[in-house]
Every structure is written in structure tokens, then in C-alpha cells.
């Protein structure tokens, strides 16, 4: 069938590219992004393909990944003006993803074809994978699935998880997930086991010699007690119940930096809303979206990390570790992992203000009982979630799928 279609499509898997034994060990990777915005999937993109200079990239729309990634070495191809795919959402209704049916099809074509210049396909989102899946079979090209997400019922309809573990089973010769919770939930999915890898997400910080108190001179930030939450804004990252447990602690105030990045506009406005209606207002700042959070973590007192459904990793978890703040964090998906189960920062369950503010108070009370925490964690951190074991543990994994093709 895959044979078919492609040679219908001009796609014969036989007029490939150079095989990769033959051009050295260096597999050419295609790697494929849905969005050009860089959430925390994208900033791991960018990382992981500074190890791939002279690979491709194919992004189904502009934005400032497409950036990052030609500066990282990339030859970067956008999806044909008007492929714009972000209509498409996870629970789009078939009868209403029809009309960008013909869309879809185009971007397979021009995906396969692009695929065919290179060994592997490497897609680094749900709707990547999803896409890619028929193009890098038609060419035959192995596939790897990056699967940023947590396949479970808070976040995909039983029946998309389905089909999502369904087709990484049929089609990816790997799936890399970032932590022990996101691979149990793909098992749970119906993935299968031995198709999944664990390599943790990998981050470096360059962090900011002085204290915190001349960090807050310079940002402007008031003095006093102060906490932050850094995540997009979105109903599932939980910056409302931060909010409300800000009512509960008086004096304390919060940044809240990040922006709707995906569409979440009213959540946005919603929380300011709910700053005004609880009283809050004046001790609530929202700063946007921000390229100085190492900086900015490390102004504040402590860093709260309010998720209310499973996180696949939580980058910001490990960021603020990295920049050596306490941490409160909410025991859901990848948290606990990351906190050795509430050994390096306190853990509270989730939509819980009441243990958040309870949590922040003791913080605040009392810092020093906590600095021997906070500084294990940073080590911890430091020793885990480094960029360069990320970039080996995934170049030895493609290089693995390359040479087994
Ligand atoms: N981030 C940022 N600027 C902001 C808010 C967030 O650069 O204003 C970064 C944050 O530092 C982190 C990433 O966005 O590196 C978010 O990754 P995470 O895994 O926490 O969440 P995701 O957005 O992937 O769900």
C-alpha cells in the first residue's frame, strides 16, 4: 500500500538519497515541528539540533523556532503559505477537520519528499508524528516520535490516545519520552513498552553572579516577600490557583511571567479578573513572556509550580532548581520524579491554594530550613538534567535507528 501511494506520488522509496553508511556516521535527520512557537517542546528542539548541524528541519508554520534553527545549523522548510494547521486542534471533530483535509495532503507530499534527503524523520510533536507518520513510511525512512505530551485522559480523548499509541506502534521506530510518568502513560495508551525510551529533558542555565536583592533593583522588582510561577498561560498550568492562594498569604506578592501562547486569551484575562475579585490585584504582576526566567527565578524568593493536570517534564521545575530556589510543586505527572518524590522541593496535590500558600508561608517563615534542601536540589539538577547528556542519549539513539534501517 505505503509502496503504492508513494510511487503514485513520484516517491519511489528505491530513487532514495545516499544511504548512511555511506556518508560516515552522521545520519542527516529531518526534524519536524507542527509550530514555530517555542514552548517548552520547541526549547528542547532547539537544543537537541546543535548536535545536527547540516540536518533539515520541516515546520508546518513560521515563528521564531524556524530561527533558532537555522542558527543552530538547519536548512529550514516551511509548510506552503496557507498550510496554517493551528485550527487543528487535539479535539477538533472530524466532520470540522475536513476542510484542511487538502492542506493536509499537500503537507504530506512536501514532508515526504523532504524525508527522502534524509535518514531519519524526527518529529518532535503529537501532531508532527501524526503527520509524518504515512509521508516517512512512503519513502521509507525510519521514524521518531519525541513525545513531549502525556498521553492521558486529562489531556487527549481515550480515543486519540488510541490512535496515537496505535500508530507509534505501527510507525515509530522509537518513541523518546521525557520522564517515567509520560512513558506509563503511553504503555497505559496501548504503546508499546520496548518502543519507548526515557531520556530526560536537558537544560543549561547561565546564571547571574549577584543577589537577589540587586537582581530585583535591576528588573525593577519590589522588595519584600515575592514568589513566581513561569509557565505559558494556560487553564492547565494553574497560575488561577496561585492567585488564590496569594488571598491566603497577606503581604505576599507574585510575578506571573509568561503569555497564551496556544490561543488561551480568556484564561489570561480570567486571571486578572480573578487578581481584582480576590483582592489581589496590587500584588500581582504579570510580566509577559519573558527570555530572562534564569534571571528572574533567581530575584524571587521561591518558585511555585501550580500545574492542575500531569506534566510530561515541567522544564521550569528543573530551571528553578538550577537557579537555586526553593520550589512548591504540584504532585502530578513528572514532579515527583523530578523532586525525589518531595526530597528536594515540597510537593502539594493539585488545585489545592490552601497547601500551596500553606507550603510558600513556611518557605517564607523560615529560609534557612530550606537552604540545604534547595542547595541538594540545584546539585541534583546540575548532575540530571544537563544539556550534553541530552544531546549523547539522543544522537546515540538516532545514530541506533539510522544504522538498524
Ligand atoms: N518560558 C520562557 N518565557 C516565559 C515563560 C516560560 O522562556 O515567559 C520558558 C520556561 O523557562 C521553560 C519553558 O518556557 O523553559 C516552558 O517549558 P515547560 O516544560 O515548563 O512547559 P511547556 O510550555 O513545555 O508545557
Not at 470540522?96 to 534524509?118: F, S
Not at 519513502?139 to 513531549?148: D, Y
Not at 544531546?391 to 539510522?402: G, N, Y
Request: aromatic fraction near 4%; hydrophobic fraction near 50%; charged fraction near 20%.
Amino acid at each position: 500500500m505505503a509502496g503504492t501511494l508513494a510511487t503514485a506520488a513520484g516517491l519511489d522509496p528505491a530513487r532514495a538519497t545516499v544511504p548512511v553508511e555511506t556518508r560516515g556516521t552522521r545520519p542527516r535527520v529531518l526534524f519536524v515541528s507542527h509550530t514555530g512557537t517555542m514552548s517548552g517542546a520547541e526549547l528542547v528542539l532547539r537544543d537537541v539540533v546543535r548536535a545536527w548541524p547540516g540536518s533539515a528541519a520541516f515546520l508546518f508554520e513560521r515563528g521564531p523556532l524556524a530561527e533558532a534553527l537555522r542558527e543552530a545549523g538547519l536548512s529550514v522548510q516551511l509548510a506552503v503559505p496557507g498550510a496554517d494547521l493551528s485550527g487543528l486542534r487535539r479535539d477538533v471533530s472530524p466532520l470540522r477537520a475536513l476542510p484542511v483535509l487538502g492542506r493536509l495532503a499537500r503537507l504530506g507530499l512536501d514532508l515526504a519528499r523532504a524525508a527522502r534527503t534524509c535518514d531519519v524523520v524526527y518529529a518532535n510533536s503529537q501532531k508532527a508524528f501524526l503527520l509524518a507518520a504515512l509521508p516517512a513510511r512512503l519513502v521509507g525512512r525510519p521514524l521518531i516520535w519525541h513525545l513531549h505530551d502525556i498521553l492521558d485522559g486529562a489531556h487527549f480523548g481515550r480515543a486519540q490516545r488510541i490512535v496515537q499509541a496505535r500508530l507509534a506502534n505501527a510507525c515509530a521506530a522509537r518513541v523518546i519520552v521525557p520522564s517515567q510518568a509520560a512513558a506509563g502513560a503511553f504503555v497505559r495508551a496501548g504503546g508499546r513498552r520496548d518502543r519507548v525510551t526515557v531520556v530526560p529533558n536537558g537544560l543549561d542555565l547561565t546564571l547571574d553572579p549577584r543577589p537577589a536583592a540587586a537582581l530585583r533593583a535591576e528588573l525593577g522588582l519590589p522588595g519584600g516577600p515575592l514568589v513566581g510561577v513561569f509557565s505559558r498561560l494556560a487553564p492547565w498550568k494553574g497560575q488561577d490557583v496561585v492567585i488564590e492562594a496569594l488571598a491566603r498569604v497577606p503581604g505576599l506578592r507574585c510575578v506571573v511571567v509568561g503569555s497564551a501562547l496556544f490561543g488561551e486569551d480568556a484564561y489570561a484575562a480570567g486571571l486578572r479578573d480573578l487578581a481584582a475579585a480576590r483582592g489581589v490585584a496590587d500584588r500581582v504582576l504579570f510580566l509577559g513572556q519573558r527570555s530572562d526566567v534564569p534571571r528572574l527565578m533567581q530575584a524571587v524568593d521561591a518558585v511555585v509550580h501550580p500545574s492542575v493536570d500531569p506534566e510530561p517534564f515541567g522544564r521550569t521545575l528543573v530551571e528553578a532548581m538550577l537557579a537555586g530556589v526553593p520550589v512548591v510543586a504540584t504532585d502530578a505527572g513528572a514532579s515527583s520524579e523530578i523532586l525525589d518524590g518531595g526530597a528536594l522541593g515540597t510537593l502539594v496535590p493539585p488545585r489545592r491554594p490552601d497547601r500551596i500558600a500553606a507550603a510558600l508561608a513556611e518557605i517564607l517563615a523560615r529560609p534557612a530550613a530550606f537552604a540545604g534542601r534547595t542547595r541538594l536540589a540545584r546539585e541534583r539538577a546540575l548532575a540530571r538534567y544537563g544539556a550534553a547528556r541530552m544531546q549523547d542519549d539522543l544522537a546515540a539513539l538516532v545514530r541506533q535507528v539510522a544504522a538498524r534501517a
